[in-house]
């Protein structure tokens, strides 16, 4: 584990300012400049933390504690005032559906996932709407999960399912109408690079990433996104673009 910090300005990585707290399985929010560090796990295997850190662009600041400590679970948000955090193993190993809003100071209880999950997408959607996509229920692997949710900002409601079930994959994404996930597991211990695109009802298999990839992280939105990291350990960084529709006038004569 670690605290290593690090940014990217469109063509190489910077370290920063470390964190405060090493740990894994931890998800984030925000910006390079306004962010949220939250959860994970910290020393050992049973060792689940609801650690909070705050970004400003030039350090990190321990906040408000999650509700419930957990890892591998799904987040994303605007910036380090405003976040979500939802699902996840907390302990003693059980998984849980819980969904939690982060307003810049602490963190309060919303409306529950619709299923018990972790290592879902993480990245992508604000703290008023985003997707759950993805992820497995006990024990890994066996029950690698397909289903999709929508936050709304109130609840979570249950849409098209992925093409592919998989888990520890990562995502990228505006909101719940704009949406696109990428590598994982499918089947157990077998890494995959397809990536799916969301357009507010179904997904829609497209380019797949250069290579196969598991437990990364992605972030961006479905036209400018980036996937790094991930298992072996991986240190590649894959950029995605999606072309811009080019609108065109025809005159009638």
């Keep these: 584990m670690t605290v290593l910090n690090e940014s990217y300005n469109g063509s190489s990585w910077t370290e ?33 933390t609801g650690k909070t850190e705050s970004w400003n662009g030039s350090a990190w600041t321990e906040v408000g504690d999650l509700s419930t400590q ?9 910036s380090n005032t405003a976040a979500l955090a939802f699902g996840g193993q907390a302990e003693p190993g059980s998984l849980t559906g819980d969904t939690e809003l982060w307003n810049g100071s602490a963190w309060t209880e919303l409306n529950n996932l ?19 996509a993805g992820g497995f229920t006990t024990p890994p692997g066996s029950n690698r ?5 929508s936050w709304n900002g109130t609840s ?6 992925l093409n592919e079930s998989r888990y520890r994959l990562s995502g990228a994404g505006a909101d719940n109408e704009s949406f696109m996930v ?7 211990g077998s890494a995959t690079a397809k990536t799916e695109l969301w357009n507010g009802t179904s997904w829609t298999e497209t380019t797949d990433l250069n290579a196969t990839q598991s437990a ?16 072996s350990p991986r240190t590649a960084t894959e950029e995605w673009t999606s072309p811009t529709p080019t609108t065109v006038s025809f005159t009638v004569s």
């Design 16 to 48: 920063l300012a470390d964190g405060n707290t090493a740990r894994k399985g931890l998800t984030g929010a925000g910006t390079t400049t306004s962010a949220l560090a939250v959860g994970g796990n910290a020393a050992s295997a049973d060792d689940d």
């Design 70 to 78: 957990r890892r591998e679970h799904g987040g994303c948000g605007d």
């Design 114 to 132: 619709n299923l018990n999950r972790q290592q879902m997408a993480k990245g992508g959607g604000s703290q008023t709407s985003t997707l759950c």
């Design 145 to 149: 999960k397909d289903e999709t949710e």
């Design 156 to 161: 979570w409601t249950e849409v098209a399912d």
């Design 182 to 188: 990428f590598s994982g597991d499918s089947p157990p």
């Design 216 to 231: 990364g992280s992605g972030s961006g939105t479905t036209s400018n996104a980036l996937s790094f990291g991930g298992d």
